[in-house]
């Protein structure tokens, strides 16, 4: 019993020192809660506001913690789709829309879809 109280309040000394240093330890269980809540077919937005795409497939390591990202892009009904690769730092907001980092115009060009013109 002695001991669980000890732990307790040892768990509660090290977040309070968090806390008061201006900084939140992150919790191992963040990275997961965001494996989690994403899903194959969300759309994914680009930091221009316009739709990339579809997410395709998700990668997490063994411990739920996203590794990347395949989106499907630039077609209907799956013609002439490429898909481009988002990196775990790219992920801006997850849910039932996904927020990246990246344009439009970045993801078009890094799965190789010709520069727009005009």
Do not use: H, Y
Not at 20 to 29: D, H, L, R
Not at 81 to 98: C, R, S, Y
């Amino acid at each position: 019993m002695l001991r669980i109280v000890f732990a307790s309040c040892l768990a509660l000394a090290l977040a309070a020192s968090a806390v008061w240093a201006g900084t939140q330890a992150p919790m191992p269980s963040q990275q997961l809660l965001l494996a989690s809540s994403l899903t194959i077919g969300t759309p994914v937005f680009g930091s221009d506001g316009r739709q990339i795409g579809e997410i395709n497939r998700i990668s997490a390591s063994a411990s739920g913690e996203i590794t990347g990202l395949r989106v499907t892009i630039g077609a209907k009904a799956g013609l002439d789709a490429k898909t481009v690769e988002i990196k775990p730092d790219q992920i801006e907001k997850a849910g039932q829309t996904t927020k990246v980092s990246i344009t439009l115009d970045q993801a078009r060009k890094e799965a190789g879809f010709a520069a727009p013109q005009g």
